[in-house]
Structures are given as structure tokens and as C-alpha cells.
């Protein structure tokens, strides 16, 4: 069975590491943040100028001037703090965020990632994707294998307008968990019940079965 | 302690003109100058600028300027929210400068502290970095990106006093301090102005020479664009 957009965020928290600060872009990675494992202490950064994002607020306590970089209104926890746009940026840029977890229209072996414009049809903008691929060391993408007429998002070359190059570390879809590196995707895990054999067809990117892939566990 | 009160939003903005370049604070609508935009509506300034993170939503914010054809250019990161302003993009009648988002705060940042251009890592190798001066630093390469240049930034404030010093709330502070002093004449808006020597002075974010004119803000409608709660248990 394929993963849910949930099971495709529990996979990823799985990465998260104690100490790390991290960054959730919008959609399926603001999910991660409700899968955090035990044990183990991360803060979430939101580019609009929040360390110690929370969860959302109870019922009629929602303050219109707190909230994250997806515009919905949320807490901040103690230890929490707020910050101007260019702070928030110097944490980005500086590397002092170990973890963006992004979502992507499109990826390639060489770790290139599309997500913010479809010439002629959609322009949404970038937001804060181009500094956070630029800069940070570990970027996750959360994507679905392939889009809705079933065509692969896991490419040799994106064909979209890059967001970043050479920036992505790990894939997590529906059907893997993928690791971008020597021009290449490494299958690393399975979803439970997908075979090699359905993952490479629905991978257009030249992707590497190396031995045993075992399936995730949840 | 140079007064820096001015008596409400018009004489706020006197001297505004078409074809000038604004900036604007606030990220969403979140922390916005809504006075300085009604305002702007009010006065029909044609053809301008506005340098702003988001274009407001088609019936509020700086999506007001944009269903009136105010706007020539904006220089935004994201615009997603705005079924105008894509229409007005897309069509060609709206120019756009989608510009990466900590690269927005930084020119902000870089023409308030007199820095004429920086280097970035974001964008590059790709279309915002096309035409652009490009630099390895240590294995890496950078973006050559310019400050803005702006004749007049509008910031809202949550608490502000005569000297022009500011303190925000929450996450409406975003874009609003960086814009202070980036502009030609900065004019903030306060939900709450109060004389000089009320506020704690360690506790200014923005210190009043970085801010021209500052009035008392009136009837903030402070929307809220996705209300996410958790139910009470």
C-alpha cells in the first residue's frame, strides 16, 4: 500500500535528530511536526519569524498576530521567541537551522528541486524555498512519486524552473524513501507492500537497487 | 526628543505621488499598514512600485491597490493568495519581480544599513540569478543581489511613542523592522501611541531615527486568513 500524506510525515520524523532545529514548509511537512519520537527535544522554525512554533491554538484563543509561514494561526511554546524577517533569514542562511523539510513539484537524480512556478499557468512565488534550499545542509523533499496522470516527479532533469540545484539530500513519497547522491536515486525503503519493480516504473530518474530494500516501519 | 507625531494617516502620507516606490510591511496580512493602504487607495496614486512580501488578498491589503490598477510593479515572494494579481500577471498588465524571500528582508535590511548590495547563496543557478554578477566564496557560489531603494516605507507597530521608538506583537513583527529607515521617510502605525518615555527603552525593537513619522493607527480589521484551532477536549 502506498503511504498517506500522514504516513509520508511520520516517515520523515523519523529523521528528525535531538537538538536539531527544523523548518517545515507548507502542506505534508507541517505534518512532521505531529510525529515528533519520543525522547528526543527539535524546535520548529517558521520563516515569518518564529522559533518554538507550537501547535494550533484552542478555540477562541487565536491571536491574528501569531501565525506561520502557511498564514494559519498558531502557539508558540515556552522558550519560544520572535524575530524580524532578516533574523529569521540570518538563521536560514547561517546554517543555524539542521533540517528543511520542504515539498517539491518536481526532483531530480542530481538534486535539483522545482517547486514554485509552471510557466504561463501557475506563479506563486518561491517564498523562503530558494534560501532554505540554498543553504541548508540536510533538505528532505515530501512529494508524492508521481502526479495525477501517473507521469513520474522523480526525474534525470526537472523540466519546471528550478528552485535550487545540486540542494536535495533525501526523498520521501508515497512509495520510498530515495537518497540523492552521485547522480542518482538509492532506494533505501520500501512502503509496506510496494515492490522494487512498481517503484522503478513509476521513477523516470535512474534509480539504484542495492541489495535488500527493506519496507518502512511505522 | 525629536517629535516624530504627526496627527493622522493624510498628513502621515503627505507627499506621496504616483509612480513612487513603496515598501510595505507585514507578512500575509499579518502586521500590515492598513491605515497607510486605505489611504493610498483614497489618494489614487497611479503606476507605483510597492515592495511587499505578499499582495494581500483580492479584497483587502495591498489586493485593494491591485483591484483599483494601482500598482505597476510589484516586487514580492509569494503571491499565491491573490487571484488578481495572477490575472494581472499573467496578462502582463501587472510586472512582477518574484524575489526569494530572505533576499526580500535582506535589501530591505542592506538599504537601512547602508550596505549598496550582498552576496546570497539563494537563487542561484536558477532564473532569479539570470543577468546577475555571481562569485565563488569558499567552494560556494553567490548571488550579487542590490539594496532597494524606496521613497517612502509604511510599517505597522503594535505600540509606538512620539520619538517614533516601536515594539511589535507576535509574528506581525516579520518585514516591518527591517523596512524602518529603508526608505526615504518611514511612516509607522501604531495600535497604541503613547508619549515619549512610556515605553522601556530596553525593550524597543525599532529605535525612533529609523522612523520619520509616526501616528496613532484607528479601526484594524487585523483578518485572519487561515483560522487553524485545535477543539477544546
Redesign the interface.
Known sequence: MALSKQQIAQRIAKELQDKWYVNLGIGIPTLVANYIPEGIEVEFQ?????LGMG??????T?????????????TVLDGGS?????T??AM??GQHVQLTVLGAMEVAQNGDIAN??IP?K??????????LV??AENIIVAMMHTNNAGESKILKQCSL??????CVTKVVTNLAVLEVKNNAFHLLERAPGVSIEEIKNATEGTLIVDGEVNEMKF | MINKKVENVVEALQGVQSKMTFMLGGFGLCGIPENAIAELVNLNVREVTCISNNAGVDDFGLGLLLQNKQIKKMISSYVGENDEFERQMLSGELEVELTPQGTLAEKCRAAQAGFPAFYTPAGYGTEVAEGKETREFNGKMYVLEPAFKADFAFVKAWKGDTAGNLIFKGTARNFNPNMCGAATITVAEVEELVPAGTLDPNQIHVPGIFVQRIFQGKNYEKRIEQRTVTSKA
Not at chain 1, 501557475?122 to 534560501?131: E, T
Open positions: 517558521s520563516e515569518n519569524g518564529l501547535p494550533f491554538p484552542l478555540e477562541g487565536e491571536d491574528a498576530d501569531l501565525i506561520n509561514a502557511g498564514k494559519q494561526t498558531v520572535i524575530f524580524d524577517s532578516a529569521s533569514f536560514i542562511r514554485w512556478k504561463g501557475m506563479v506563486k512565488g518561491m517564498g523562503g524555498a530558494m534560501d540554498a543553504s524552473p528550478l528552485t535550487g540545484v545540486g
